[in-house]
């Protein structure tokens, strides 16, 4: 699509999305947001599914479609004859994520750089993401700990999307963001939206606005100068050093590596377990929950601005609420501003 | 079930009785199943409930514990804390649903050779009867996700 | 006078005179309806204390990580249970914590409430005496605490009176047998408790949140830390995280003081608290054992009595 081109905005019926997506479904692995509350996260759609329909994004995210929990690698072995070694295959059909919010989108284009660094490009994440066409909802009723506007982010932002849809009374307005989004909008046929429509979601957009605001500017450089102050003795005391923050969290991709059974296995791993960094000699350079907690600020607000030029952050809040203690990011990132460098 | 299946039997005999009566049915020239594969431990108390549920997980279909009647411990009272932990695990297994007959438990004295040929056979059939377990063993991974 | 009040003037009190150089509580948190830990050090701090029913961490898990060597403790009974086991297992020393009893009316459920207020998480709420006042979707809500207490506070339990330094208020309310929450599963086939297990340990992100938002578990090194080599393995493989729970469970036979911070920790609604019931009501009925009542108590699983029941024996 040529830039500063408006793509044409079509309308969904809300009483059609079932059936439209059974359609989608014939020909692509359908990942749509489903379950409630804290068990909601995206599964392959199958008929009749019941699509989430609360306010902010699902407890798990989306990243888990493109970084798995566990993923093989290759297997190997050599149960008869010569040793093999098996590279897992491709995925056949092309994925298509429908209902994932900006905000989860977003954190899908902060990854790309992570896994696809010309140095270093990752098959496995790349041949997922090449292939994938994301159908976002726009937030029209953010949630209580949401603060992407704070990060950059946007209710209704594009970011990262193929199509962005609009919810209004009734129906979808969904409006390609992408090529590959306008080929996908027009096999599915539908009809143009009106003016009143798309004076609706202008409206329904705006309802988005009104979130938390987190102040971040010019934290990055000062936290560079921050590697040994003695906030940190103060943040991380509440903090439990469990991983509910960084599995939940859309931009956390620290990985682990272990041989199983003739499989060579990717694992999520978390910053925050002393197991991390622990080397083979029994030293661990994170020796405590100070340096653990500091790493996980200091890679998303400092180390990663560094390298991309912003925070892999994208507030969408989730970290706000599975924290046990309520040890709350947006406050401790007010902290870190608050105190002399 | 294959026709060809015999159960897989991983025990853990402590050294100083229920092992010296494995022998004693060895020297005694007893017949008992050969499905039994014996982990020597220095005593019933030194079994970590976590050996056999690990056993279970990598392909045993049944798990023996058997250390020497109370009283007549080497250390005095490892069995009969190993009775305590065992006592709770069976209960936990029954909990989740878990076939708690897949972990088995008994006193066998270094004089009871035709106890130990017996115990084993019981519990053969006991397990043989439960069939093949799968409820907590290790899945090979499939190539796909 | 409120609690929250007497626990400020306590607390302030025992920091201002140097009897204690830290007190372990609560103040309000960023979330509605939420608290999170504080270690008050000065009688500025000791302002903003607060104990109330949206106080769910147990702090007791906190003592051993804090350095000063005279420590208050808030304690409702789950606290205070926990700090029983500590004792008996020589986790601290008798003269460093000085707990404060405090009366505990039950704690709010937040999945109770979320449930009441249909299935929403609310944007604002407080308690409002024995009623909690939740708003979601623009709505105003009353609810009584009762109907939205915590499953774990129905079977409280009180520990032996010696433990509490202070008492500010009556201590605890009058519960019933928590074991009754059984029931269900025990009335169900072992194939259907199997199926539950299994999707439980299928939906567990391996986080850890229970073990360590858990006051007993407290393991310099868990077992499912040990990767050379590995106990446990650390992948999503089904049979890898039931061993890690069920572990856990019997490392927790006759320990567990049921506070249920395990269920409030995890992020993804898992809640296999029944596990510890189940050994606990075994460890009560099979042993007439019951922990965090007295720290005199022998630990369960490291004695025995010649005439423990042996019927699974052969």
Known sequence: MRRGEPAVARLLAENELDSILARVAERN???????????SAFALYRPGLALRQEAGPTRRTAKEIFFPRTEILFTYGEDDGPPRLEAPPAEVLPAVVYGLRPCDARALTMLDPV????????????????????????CTRPSRACFCTSVGGDPAGEEGLDVLVVPIPGHYLARAVTDRGEEWLQALDLPRAGPDHEAAAVRAAAAGAGLAVVDTEGLPAKLERMFGHAVWEQLHERCLGCAACTYLCPTCHCFDIVDEGGSRLRNWDSCM????????????????????????????????????????????????????????????LAQLKGVEA | MSQTWEPKIVAFLCHWCSYAGADLAGISRLQYPANVRVIRVPCSGAVNPFYLLKALQRGADGVLVSGCHPGDCHYLAGNMVARRKFALLKKLLEHVGLEPDRVQFSWVSAAEGQKFADVIREVTESVRALGPARHLQKARRALCR | MPVTDALRETAAQLLAEGTVQVVLGWERGTLPLRTTPLPARTVEEAGRLVADATCDNNLTLYLTRLKEERVGLVARPCEARALVEYLREHRVTPGRVLAIGVPCTGMLSRRALEARLGGRLPEAGRLDGDQV??????????????????????????????????????????????????????????????????????????????????PLCYCAECFTDRSAPAWVGPSDDLSDTMLFHLTRAMHLAGRCVDCGACVRACPVGVDLSHLNLALGREAAQRFGYRPGLDPADRPLVATFRPDDPEEFIR
């Not at chain 1, 692995?29 to 068990?39: I, M, T």
């Not at chain 1, 696809?116 to 159908?135: C, I, S």
């Not at chain 3, 509490?164 to 029931?183: F, I, M, N």
């Open chain 1, 115 to 138: 896994f696809e660094d010309p140095g270093y490009p990752d098959g496995l994440w790349g041949g997922r993401r090449r292939g994938a066409t994301l159908v976002g909802v726009g």
């Open chain 1, 29 to 39: 692995a359908l990942w749509v947001p489903a379950g409630d509350g804290e068990q």
């Open chain 1, 273 to 332: 377990f002393p197991l991390f960094t622990l080397h083979a000699s029994g030293h661990n350079p994170r020796l405590s929950g100070k340096e653990r907690m500091r790493q996980r600020i200091m890679h998303k607000f400092s180390y990663y601005p560094q390298r991309q030029g912003r925070p892999a952050c994208v507030g969408c809040g989730r970290c706000v609420e599975v924290c046990p203690v309520n040890l709350d990011l947006r406050s401790v």
């Open chain 3, 133 to 214: 006042v939740g708003t979601a979707g623009g709505a105003e809500e009353r609810i009584a605490l009762a109907e939205v207490l915590e499953p774990a506070c129905r079977g409280c339990r009180l520990p032996d009176a010696a433990v509490y330094a202070r008492v500010l208020g009556h201590p605890c309310p009058p519960a019933g047998d928590r074991h009754t929450l059984l029931q269900r599963s025990d009335n169900l086939a072992a194939d259907a408790r199997y199926a539950e297990f299994v999707e439980a340990a299928a939906r567990c992100l391996r986080c850890y949140a229970c073990r360590q938002a858990c």
